[in-house]
């Protein structure tokens, strides 16, 4: 099967979730002089042509090539005058976790349907490589896929490949390891800075749809005392375990053998603003590395010229409390 952009997968996503509308809708009356109940006409999508040649950039030279097969195998007529099938989500998607014979991985879909809905994938696409070619596969797709399947468990390239093919009729064939290789190692230090611009720049707008839930945003209450308005943030050190020696693998402190990377995450909303890959023999207390670590995770959420309205509390775990006063101008200093 040729390989085609997330465009085709989300169209293709379309057209199965029009299916099950059009079982589901489609009612049609009995007869007057039939009082048994009314018969329920059996509509299916019977085929589709979606890989149509070129780049699909929803032009009308591309969609013309594109079609679906309707059959209707009951025995009555149903008029399709009114339907139309569409190229997005469907918004009528409801979720519930409290039913039997659940199976976790079907989950993730809605991580990325959420990437999708706030608009990460497509400002992605602007700052990611991108092409023309038939055989193109949508850089920023392909790693808010790459993402999806660190989520459910990948630990290399090759498994977050396998782990995509359980969503290839939502998302398309998965992107191959190979492909996945060729966009990390282009991505450079530039490029990094312009996705983390990308991801502050998203992140306010979602913090900006949870203000507006009945519940607020997510302030956390301590010792009884509600913080609004504080952001308080957590940073910590953890263990990775290799199997094998890896770029950057070393010795740890507890014994093993990987990495001890560094993270700073949002204790609101239980966020990871920003983490450093580090060796295994990363000390859990340098300062240098903290530091870079939080100017990180203070580009999520201030601007270069904006000051915190509020306090801003720094939490750093195995450590004494760390209180720092965020400067964005200039310099920043822990204090004990």
């Not at 013309?64 to 149903?78: F, K, L």
């Amino acid at each position: 099967m040729s390989a085609f952009t997330s465009v085709t997968a989300r169209r293709l996503a379309a057209v199965a979730l029009a299916a099950g509308a059009l079982v589901s809708v489609v009612t049609l009356p009995a007869s007057a002089a039939d009082h048994a109940r009314p018969e329920r006409s059996k509509v299916q999508i019977s085929a589709v042509q979606y890989d149509s040649p070129g780049r699909d950039d929803r032009s009308n030279r591309s969609l013309n090539r594109e079609w679906v097969e309707i059959t209707n195998t009951g025995r009555r007529a149903v008029n399709l005058d009114c339907w139309t099938l569409k190229d997005e989500w469907d918004r009528g998607l409801s979720v519930t976790a409290d039913g039997k014979g659940l199976v976790g991985h079907a989950g993730v879909v809605l991580l990325r349907r959420l990437a999708d809905r706030v608009g990460l994938t497509d400002a992605l696409a602007g700052v990611l490589p991108s092409g023309t070619a038939s055989s193109w596969r949508d850089r920023a797709a392909a790693l808010v896929g790459l993402v999806v399947a660190t989520a459910l468990g990948a630990t290399n390239l090759l498994e977050a490949e396998q782990l995509q093919h359980h969503h290839g009729l939502l998302f398309g064939p998965a992107v191959s390891d190979s492909t996945l290789h060729r966009l990390l190692s282009t991505t450079d230090g530039t490029r990094r800075a312009q996705i983390a611009k990308v991801r502050q720049r998203v992140r306010r707008h979602v913090w900006t749809l949870l203000h507006l839930r009945p519940g607020g945003f997510p302030y956390l209450t301590v010792a009884r005392r509600h913080l609004k308005g504080w952001i308080v943030l957590d940073m910590d050190a953890t263990v990775i375990t290799a199997a094998s020696r890896k770029q950057g693998a070393a010795g740890t402190f507890k014994g093993t053998f990987g990495f001890h990377p560094l993270a700073a995450w949002l204790a609101n909303t239980d966020e990871c603003l920003a983490m450093e890959l580090r060796e295994g023999n990363a000390g859990a207390n340098t300062v240098a590395d903290h530091l870079r670590v939080l100017d990180a995770a203070l580009v999520q959420i201030l601007t270069r010229c904006e000051r915190p309205s509020s306090p801003l509390p720094v939490r750093a775990r195995r450590s004494a409390p760390t209180r720092v006063c965020p400067c964005p101008t200039g310099p920043r200093r822990p204090a004990s």
